[in-house]
Every structure is written in C-alpha cells, then in structure tokens.
C-alpha cells in the first residue's frame, strides 16, 4: 500500500491559503461590525431628529439640534457624514476590485482562445456567503437604536439636572419612539440589503469568470500537443508532368497530287 506524503512546498501553500482565509475573514467580520455601529448611530441621530419633530413641529426639530443639551447634534452629524463617505469609499474601492478581477478573467478567456495561455488566477477557496436576510438586519439594528435612544434619552435627562426617565424616554409622550426607530432601521436595512445584493451579484459573475478561465487553463494544460503530419508526395508517373499530348503521333500529311 503507497502512503503519499506531502511535499513542504505543497504542505506551505496549504498553510498559506489558510492563513489568507482566516485574515480574509477576520477583515470581512471587522468591516461588518464597523458598518453595524455606523448604521445603528445614523439611525439613532435619525430617529430622534425624527420623534422631535413628530412630538414638537419645526420648534421641536431646531430644539432638538440647537438646544445646548442637543448641541452635540451637530457635530454628530458631521462625524456620521464623514464615516459614512469613508465607508462609501471603501465599498467604492471593493467593487473596483471586483471589475478588475472580472476584466482580467476576459483577458486571460481571450488569450486562451487564441492559444497564448495567461496565467490563471487563483480561485477563491472560501465561497461567498449568502448573505444575512432583510430582518436579520432590520430587527438587530432597530433594537440597538432603541436602546442607545434610551440611553441617550437618560443622559440628556441627567444632563439637564432632572431626574432620568429609564423607560418613560419611549412611553408617554414618547410612545411612537420605538416605532419611529423601527421605520429608520428599515429603511438603513433595505439600504444596506441592497447593496449586498449588487456587491453579491458581482462577485458571482467574478467568481464564475474565474471558474471558466481555470476551466480552460486546466483544459489546455491536460490536452497533448497535436503533432503536425507530413505531408505525403504524390509520385505521379512523367507522361502526367510531360503531357500525355506530346507523346502522341502526329497525323499524316497530304502530298500533293
């Protein structure tokens, strides 16, 4: 019985391609937390913006950011908008990569075709997930603004020499808070589905792409060469190189009589 061990070199590239998953997907679930708190602030500086403005009219939305217990609204928003072109660049700067990858899979299809093998990319070991569903973000974002409302609520009580409301900050007047956060939160959630879906759609095309230059890499690699064949000479007889007419007898010639 034959035991194939592995070579150290096959055994390196085995290790390296874990750690690039495992780096891969530590970058992937930081980037999603970091989108999670972004989303869950801005819908927190939505919603109250918003619950001011049902409770009070205009008054109450100019009190709710000029008012000095609000006056870090402001700022806030400014630090919200910043985040959030940062994070649109980033996202912008990952589809670039996916038409890159994508346009390089058309390189390497086309070189194939001509027979100027390019070199294959590597494909990607680890699958593309299928993605959280609309209420596994809706639901999850709208309990942490909720949450963070009423802890800002409490703070702002605290802040203004008054007693803290605890749970009053979404009953009472302030019944339609937890709704109003829910509408936000749906809102960021459809959002952010929908951008999960196109980054989605996009990276299955690349991934496909890929999957048929490797396809064809590996087709060109397994196929053995085609050796041309000589070509045959025909040995025709001489008459057929002479002509066969010059051989012939000529016809007799009249004599004059």
Aim: aromatic share 8%; glycine share 6%.
């Amino acid at each position: 019985m034959r035991v194939s061990i592995p070579s150290p070199v096959t055994a390196w590239r085995g290790r390296a391609q874990a750690y690039a998953r495992d780096v891969i997907a530590h970058r992937q679930t930081r980037v999603a937390a970091s989108a999670s708190v972004l989303l869950a602030f801005i819908g927190l500086w939505a919603g109250h913006t918003l619950e001011y403005l049902r409770v009070w009219g205009g008054a109450g939305l100019v009190s709710s950011i000029t008012n000095p217990v609000h006056i870090y609204m402001l700022p806030l928003a400014g630090v919200l908008v910043l985040l959030s072109a940062l994070f649109a660049l980033r996202l912008w700067r990952a589809w670039e990569a996916l038409n890159q990858r994508l346009e390089h899979a058309v390189f390497s299809i086309r070189g194939l075709w001509r027979g100027s093998p390019a070199p294959a990319p590597e494909m990607p070991s680890r699958p593309s997930s299928p993605g959280a569903r609309l209420v596994a973000i809706w639901l999850p974002l709208a309990s942490a603004q909720i949450v963070l409302y009423v802890i800002q609520e409490n703070i702002e009580a605290i802040a203004r020499a008054q007693p803290a409301p605890w749970l009053g900050a979404i009953t009472g007047i302030h019944w339609a808070a937890p709704l109003v956060h829910l509408y936000v939160a749906l809102l960021l959630a459809c959002g952010t589905r929908i951008c999960q879906i196109l980054v989605r759609r996009r990276v299955s095309v690349v991934e496909r792409a890929e999957a048929l230059v490797v396809a064809i890499a590996r087709r060109v690699r397994t196929s053995p060469p085609e050796t041309p064949t000589p070509a045959r000479q025909s040995t025709a007889p001489p008459l057929d190189g002479i002509g066969a007419h010059l051989w012939r007898r000529p016809p007799p010639r009249l004599l004059d009589a």
